[in-house]
């Protein structure tokens, strides 16, 4: 899909966790539609690196999302060049495979801290600035959110919380004209989350089947949608959890795919 170079002139866009994987494709297809970009990460050199990638006079600076104090003043510090903030991308994330039986409890708390309390902390810091009309907060959620899967009660926990704060933040502050969504990317080629959570070719196979479509999808399915989010294009759309995944989210959490159960 083509959206005009013009799409989000002028906008000023902060991208939490935009320093890799999905949320650094978001923040360079900001970039390229006219936006001005802040980003952060808790690496500096990752910080630095996505700024030359970003380009176009990226800004960037070294926050913990668990740590509101440094989410606050990353915020203020980009406000201050790039003006008020009129889109916000909270996509930092933690995941690792882990049986409930042998999760820990700093195990659990750091994925939840990481997403949930991550989320809140990002868009919290961010309202002050961003409570205006047309303003739009964009949290990147997943599956787990909305099915039991084997080995991830954190994520599942964590993700689940990330998508009901958007419906509250939506309904709350869609007084202000903020306008507060959900994307939940499927398996998505080129990511983090899949290299750990697919890494031999049994498991790609298997969450390709898992999908009604057959197939991975790729980076730019998910930045088509948050540019359709950050758009005015969207702007009577508030409070959805939109999945770009295949259809994998059709039948729960894949298992019971007709994919799997008859052969083509």
């Known amino acids: 899909m083509t959206f005009s170079t013009d799409l989000l002139r002028g906008k000023s866009a902060f991208v939490a966790g935009g320093t890799s994987g999905i949320n650094l494709a978001i923040a360079k297809a900001f970039a390229r539609h006219g936006a001005k970009v802040a980003v952060i990460s808790r690496s500096q050199d990752k910080v630095e690196a996505a700024k030359t990638e970003i380009g176009a006079g990226a800004l960037g600076y070294s926050a913990d999302v668990r740590d509101f104090a440094a989410v606050q003043a990353a915020i ?3 406000v201050e060049v790039n003006g008020p903030l009129d889109i916000v991308v909270s996509g930092a994330a933690g995941n690792f495979l882990a049986p409930a039986s042998g999760l820990s409890a700093n195990g659990f708390k750091t994925v939840v801290d990481i997403d949930l309390l991550g989320t809140f902390n990002v868009f919290r810091s961010a309202f002050d600035s961003a409570a205006k009309p047309g303003a739009s907060l964009i949290a990147i959620s997943a ?37 507060v969504n959900s994307i ?10 899949m290299a750990r959570l697919a890494p031999t070719p049994e498991m790609r196979a298997m969450a390709e089947n898992a999908t009604a479509l057959g197939r991975f999808g790729e980076l730019d399915d998910v930045v088509n949608l948050a540019l359709y989010l950050a758009s005015e294009a ?4 508030t409070g959805a959890i939109v999945p770009v995944d ?11 795919s007709p994919r799997t159960m008859f052969a083509a």
């Open 143 to 179: 599956p787990q959110a909305h099915a039991p899967y084997f080995a991830q009660a954190h994520v599942c926990a964590a993700k689940a919380g990330v998508d009901m704060l958007v419906k509250c933040l939506a309904y709350e502050w869609g007084g202000a004209g903020v306008r």
């Open 234 to 237: 969207s702007r009577y759309v």
């Open 184 to 193: 939940i990317p499927g398996p998505i080629d080129g990511t983090e989350g």
């Open 246 to 256: 295949g259809g994998q989210m059709l039948a729960g959490n894949g298992s019971l």
């Open 76 to 78: 203020t510090a980009a």
